[in-house]
């Protein structure tokens, strides 16, 4: 048999400095408004392409249309997700501004 020297315990795991939760929440928002930014625009410019060979003799228009609809659409729904403040349960959605 092998002469095997005595084992060393496992080194404790370093402990990581965890996100502060506001940057945590600002990535996740991140995460989700481009996301659906891909996902809206090219459904957009899907639907664009679709219309464009149906209805209107295979010209371009109709693509970029759909595509900005569906670039503005994500966009206004990130701005939204940003500029969401804080909200009590009794307002109604409104902004809570603390001075």
């Known amino acids: 048999m092998a002469d095997n020297p005595p084992s060393e315990p496992a080194p404790a795991p370093v402990a990581r400095s965890s996100r502060p939760v506001s940057e945590a929440l600002l990535n996740d928002k991140w995460d989700h408004a481009i996301s659906s930014f891909l996902i809206r625009s090219s459904l957009g410019l899907s639907f ?31 701005d939204a997700s940003f500029r969401k403040g804080a909200t009590r349960p009794g307002t109604d959605g409104m902004r809570l501004v603390r001075s």
């Not at 693509?63 to 569906?70: D, E, N, Q, S, Y």
Request: net charge positive.
């Open 48 to 78: 664009g392409v679709v219309f464009s060979v149906l209805l209107f003799k295979r010209r371009a228009w109709p693509a970029w249309v759909g595509l900005g609809f569906g670039a503005g659409r994500a966009w206004e729904e990130a």
